[in-house]
């Protein structure tokens, strides 16, 4: 317990709301944002979490997410990983009983994370102006509970990204997802791309936003 008083975290926001993405959209969802971020993809859409947040003990999280009668839990970012922190969270988290994702960039170790945690990674296409960040050794920490995925900005990005999932033969490691960038690439020419090749994938299209829009907080 005096681990969780001691400890803490730069919290950007912690809010309730439906989870618009992976295996686990629409379920109402505990979302706990970090502060901070060592990437700058050019479609990011929560860059106010890059900086600023309020400085948290680990007990005041855990009291923060228990105000919310759900299991469902979501660590995010920024780069959640980026705060050395986040490790104890996530595992005090799963040991409170919740059902944990963590929603990461790829470009962290994830070697250390609680095998208890879904794992939702990010693979950075070229179109994310991040792809040289890609820290590939991160597939190998990968189970079927996890998820990888790629956000799309364009036909290049995609036909990227098939290679990607061929070459490394990523649906034998667990579910893909692909979405595309909000406002930038049509999602019904998306998922007739999908269909035409018939990839192992799901297609995701960002529920929140098409509930809420793209503010803070959703």
């Known amino acids: 317990m005096q681990l969780l008083e001691t400890t803490t975290l730069r919290i950007s926001e912690i809010f309730f709301s439906l989870q618009g993405e992976t295996s686990r ?8 944002r970090l502060t901070g971020c060592p990437l700058r993809c050019g479609y990011c859409d ?23 009668n759900t299991n469902y839990v979501t660590v ?4 959640p990983l980026a705060q050395k922190a986040c ?10 009983g919740y059902s944990v994702s963590l929603e990461t960039s790829g470009a962290m170790d994830l ?4 095998e208890r945690v879904c794992k939702v990674m990010d693979i950075k296409t070229p179109g994310s102006g991040e792809v040289s960040k890609n820290m590939w050794e991160n597939l190998s920490c990968l189970t079927p509970v996890d998820e990888v995925k790629f956000v799309l900005s364009d036909e290049a990005d995609y036909q990227w990204a098939c290679g990607i999932i061929h070459n490394k033969k990523l649906h034998q490691r667990c579910p893909i997802l692909f ?13 007739t791309w999908i269909l035409r090749d018939q990839l192992p994938v799901r297609m995701q299209i960002q529920m929140h936003k098409l509930l809420w829009g793209e503010g803070p907080g959703h």
């Open 87 to 96: 490790l104890v969270l996530l595992t005090a988290l799963c040991d409170a």
């Open 46 to 68: 929560t860059s106010y979490a890059f900086s600023g947040g309020e400085v948290l003990s680990m007990a005041t999280i855990l009291s923060k997410v228990a105000c919310f």
């Open 76 to 79: 995010t970012g920024g780069e």
């Open 179 to 191: 979405s595309p960038v909000y406002g930038n690439l049509d999602p019904v020419t998306l998922a």
């Open 111 to 114: 070697s250390q994370v609680d």
């Open 25 to 32: 959209v629409g379920l109402p969802t505990v979302f706990v």
